[in-house]
């Protein structure tokens, strides 16, 4: 097989690229391990930022997005006893959107599909070879059959644990990683949000966050130590706690409860690998970093990465010009390095450490986030109106 641009990964990054390079006029393949029904119904991130809408609007993927998306002002961000609205709309005139990445993914399967885009599932083995050269290529095989598929530039999306990241060699990386000392227990409940936006509880206890995923769906999470076993946390365990953390003091309010339809643990870490390019092969998305859930950035970056991409890929491909592909990783890198700073600072400032010291500078942050003008207005800039570009 041989096509222009070879994609490992039909998440979220690889599916978008291939939408956006098809728009202009460049061929691509899908590569991509798991079943498309497995890659649909994975439960991940729920926040669309405003760029994010933007972009996706524009490649004619807003329909769903525009009758099913819940469009938020902001968020309430919550010490006990004490909840505060940051109006992202008033402090930088851009809202954020709560469309769940199923729902993204959703849109995407059905659009590649309706332009007859090949995707190659159940793709075991996947390997990139030959990258330094003008002939890349990536084998893998399927029904045990080995595969070929040459292509003028590999993409890889393939997450953190694909062959792409680890194909650039030890001598040519660098890699950047922190693992926090907690974790998140996730579950989605059929209950209606008691919440109109998503509420970022501190709480001694540990944090806990109420999001959403419709008028009828609810996603909450709380902060538990590392190897929590999920099987440890009964659903009663789970209301109570969730009650607890995000407003037994809070006057008039209380949390609904409903049915858990599903629940995981999720271990939360930063990572970055540089360059983002290594010869013929670029990577983007999770393949090339990892951000902590708190500032709702893995999706968003996985998006703001491919907008850099394919115009980059397009130029290089129809054009023979260089340039855009040779600034791909600098230009990408400028808004990882951001979001995973605020991804990092968001997580510090709401998680209980263990440090008492650490507590109270946490308490002051949040108290300046929510009576400085100044402050808010930082937090909304990176929560939601950071430009796809930056730098
Ligand atoms: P994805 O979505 O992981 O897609 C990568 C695709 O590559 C495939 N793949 C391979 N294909 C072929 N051969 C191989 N050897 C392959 N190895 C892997 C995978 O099957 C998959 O289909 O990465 P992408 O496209 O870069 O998109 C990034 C986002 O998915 C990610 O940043 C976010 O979902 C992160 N994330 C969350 N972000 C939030 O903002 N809010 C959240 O609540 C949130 N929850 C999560 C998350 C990530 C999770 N992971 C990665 C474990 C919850 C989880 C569980
Ligand atoms: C979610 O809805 O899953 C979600 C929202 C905001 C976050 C993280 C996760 O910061």
Not at 61 to 74: A, M, N, Q, T
Not at 185 to 206: C, N
Not at 352 to 379: E, H, M, Y
Request: hydrophobic letters at 40%; proline letters at 5%.
């Amino acid at each position: 097989m041989r096509t222009q641009v070879a994609i490992i990964g039909a998440g979220p990054a690889g599916m978008l690229l291939s939408h956006l390079l098809a728009a202009d006029g460049v061929d691509s393949v899908i590569v991509e391990a798991r079943t498309e029904q497995y890659v649909l119904s994975r439960i991940r991130a729920g926040i669309l930022e405003h760029s994010s809408v933007e972009l996706l609007r524009s490649a004619g993927l807003g329909d769903r997005l525009s009758h099913k998306g819940i469009e938020h002002r902001g968020i309430y961000l919550q010490t006990p006893g004490e909840r505060h609205h940051l109006d992202f709309v008033d402090l930088v005139g851009r809202s954020v959107w709560v469309y769940g990445q199923t729902e993204v993914q959703k849109d995407l399967v059905a659009a590649r599909r309706a332009a007859d885009q090949q995707i190659i599932y159940q793709a075991a083995d996947a390997a990139v070879h030959d990258i330094t050269t003008d002939r890349p290529y990536v084998t893998f095989t399927v029904d045990g059959k080995a595969q070929r598929l040459d292509a003028e530039v590999i993409a890889g999306c393939d997450g953190s644990f694909g062959p792409s990241r680890a194909a650039v060699p030890q001598t040519v990386k660098q890699v950047w990683e922190k693992i926090y000392p907690y974790s998140w227990l996730g579950v989605l409940a059929d209950v209606a949000p008691s919440t109109d936006e998503l509420i970022y509880a501190w709480h001694p206890d540990g944090f806990a966050m109420h999001s959403m995923r419709s008028q009828t769906v609810s996603r909450l999470y709380l902060q538990v130590p590392n190897d929590t076993d999920v099987k440890s946390w009964s659903h009663e365990r789970i209301w109570e706690a969730l009650s607890t953390r995000l407003g037994a003091s809070i006057d008039g309010w209380s949390l609904q409860a409903g049915p858990i339809t599903e629940s995981s643990v999720l271990p939360m870490r930063s990572y970055v690998q540089t360059p983002m390019r290594h010869g013929k092969l670029f990577l983007a998305g999770d393949a090339a970093h990892i951000v902590p859930p708190t500032g709702a950035k893995g999706l968003n970056l996985a998006i703001a990465d491919v907008s850099v991409l394919a115009p980059a890929l397009t130029a290089l491909i129809k054009k023979n010009d260089p340039t855009l592909a040779d600034d791909y990783s600098h230009t990408a890198l400028q808004r990882v390095w951001r979001c995973t700073h605020f991804s990092w600072w968001m997580t510090s400032m709401l998680h209980i450490s263990g440090d008492p010291f650490d507590a109270q500078l946490q308490q002051s942050q949040l108290r300046w986030v929510s009576s400085s003008r100044a402050a808010a207005t930082g937090l909304a800039e990176n929560y939601a109106g950071l430009p796809l570009h930056i730098g």
